[in-house]
Nanobody, 125 residues
């Protein structure tokens, strides 16, 4: 399994931007599809975006489509989530997760095998 560490969260006003990073160690992330998920207090965890190991395929939740962009730099063993036009409803803990295929990353049973510890994003109105 690969170890993942998220960073880049923080406080932002509505309409602003943040970029989250998911740094991998232990194994090279280039062999893995990587996704971003988020969970707000009192709500279930939800899928945000996923990118294939090659970067050729990306998928987004409807709620973030057109505002968020997932990308990867395999040379740096890092996956990014650029978040623009932030809204208060984007407030959540954001987690990256990895597994060998896009399908496995976005599946709920059993779900991806590697998870980061999360980074908090708070958007004020």
């Amino acid at each position: 399994q690969v170890q993942l560490v998220e960073s880049g969260g923080g406080f932002m006003q509505a309409g602003g931007s943040l970029r989250l990073s998911c740094a991998a160690s232990g194994r090279t992330v280039r062999n893995y599809a990587v996704g971003w998920f988020r969970q707000a207090p009192g709500k279930e965890r939800e899928f945000v975006a996923v990118i294939s190991w090659s970067g050729d395929s990306t998928y987004y939740a409807d709620s973030v489509k057109g505002r968020f962009t997932i990308s990867r730099d395999n040379a740096k063993n890092t996956v990014y989530l650029q978040m623009n036009s932030l809204k208060p409803e984007d407030t959540a803990g954001y987690y990256c997760a990895a597994d060998l295929s896009v399908r496995t990353v976005i599946s709920t049973t059993p779900g991806p095998r590697s998870w980061g510890q999360g980074t908090q994003v708070t958007v004020s109105s």
